[in-house]
């Protein structure tokens, strides 16, 4: 029987809604950082106030009733302008003002995060921004569940319920041992990457599928397996670079992360000719409920002006050349 004072609380709906939308109790308790015990405490106080069971729960599986199912979308919608409400009090004029919880792929955060640190101490000083690195799909997930506020990704991004905003475009780099005969190169086709061996990031890296992409636009896959042979396995550009310097291969990497991971001994950066395309797209997702497009569309502006920064001066003459004297 319902409690017809009962209210529940936010914190309690937000439990309901990661619980029915991860099926797991465990997996929700870590999305929330909270303890188990504490996960089911908020869910029984939640069904007893509401006198209705929203959860089944067995030893094996997750279930949402049917109540909870029909329940489900409007518990989503309070949170929904829950999260109005506070952004409209942060700032009702659209300025980007408070918390902010910002998603970047490792393969973007390192390389534009100083300057565009500086500039939002600078030119938005009562921003307080949260950075959270991860893939693209954890991302995505958290963004989804609420746990961030938006995301700086490669684009495009599957699955309904987010808008994205593209930011830049920027073109790969070829980086080879700085005794290969590519070295210095400013003319580099994409058939040539067959002649390479490419190593990637591991699974899960927007960067990998990106380079697998371009290479099956020319008909051929980079070799990442085979029978009998163990395959270089990286999780950072950094240890994909002292591979490259260490001769293990070649790879591709976002101009971006040109200045500060190819200026190490035993390096060398090439480039596509001029009209190649071999590039990608980095923009932010945002959930397409949110009411904060304006704030959003303002910090887009100032990564995009951070992206220009990092990048500024890149041009051929700035790139790590060959000490191959041929």
Do not use: W
């Not at 100083?114 to 921003?127: F, I, K, N, V």
């Amino acid at each position: 029987m319902s409690n017809k004072e009962y209210r529940p609380t936010l914190a309690q709906l937000r439990t309901f809604v990661t619980i029915a939308e991860n099926r797991h109790f465990g997996t929700a308790a870590a999305k929330l950082s909270i303890s188990q015990p504490s996960l089911s405490q908020a869910l029984v106080a939640l069904e007893t106030g509401l006198g209705v069971q929203l959860i089944e729960r067995s030893t094996r599986r997750v279930i949402v009733t049917p109540t909870g199912e029909e329940l489900l979308p409007s518990a989503k919608a309070t949170l929904d302008a829950a999260e109005t409400f506070l952004a409209m009090a942060r700032g009702a004029c659209g300025s980007l003002t408070g918390p902010l919880a910002l998603g970047m792929i490792p393969t973007v955060a390192p390389y534009i995060l100083p300057t565009m640190l500086h500039r939002t101490a600078s030119e938005l000083p009562d921003l307080q921004p949260c950075i959270i690195e991860d893939q693209t799909r954890h991302l995505l997930e958290q963004l989804r569940d609420g746990q961030i506020d938006c995301a700086v990704v490669a684009l495009p991004v599957s699955g309904t319920g987010l808008t994205t905003m593209p930011l830049y475009e920027e073109d790969f780099a070829i980086v080879v041992p700085d005794t290969s005969p590519m070295a210095g190169r400013e003319d580099v086709t994409l058939p040539e990457l067959k002649q390479l061996n490419l190593l990637l990031l591991d699974d899960g890296h927007c960067l990998r599928d990106q380079i697998i992409d371009l290479c099956q636009s020319q008909d051929f896959s980079p070799a990442t397996s085979g029978p009998g042979k163990a395959t270089t396995r990286a999780a950072s550009l950094a240890t994909v670079m002292q591979c490259v310097a260490g001769g293990l291969g070649t790879t591709l990497v976002p101009g971006s992360a040109v200045p500060s991971e190819c200026d190490r001994p035993g390096l060398a950066v090439a480039r596509f000719a001029p009209g190649v395309d071999a590039r990608r797209t980095i923009g932010l997702a945002y959930r397409a409920s949110s009411a904060r497009r304006e704030e959003f569309q303002q910090l887009g502006e100032l990564i995009r002006a951070a992206y220009a920064e990092t990048v500024s001066g890149l041009d051929g003459t700035s790139l790590p050349r060959s000490t191959n004297p041929d």
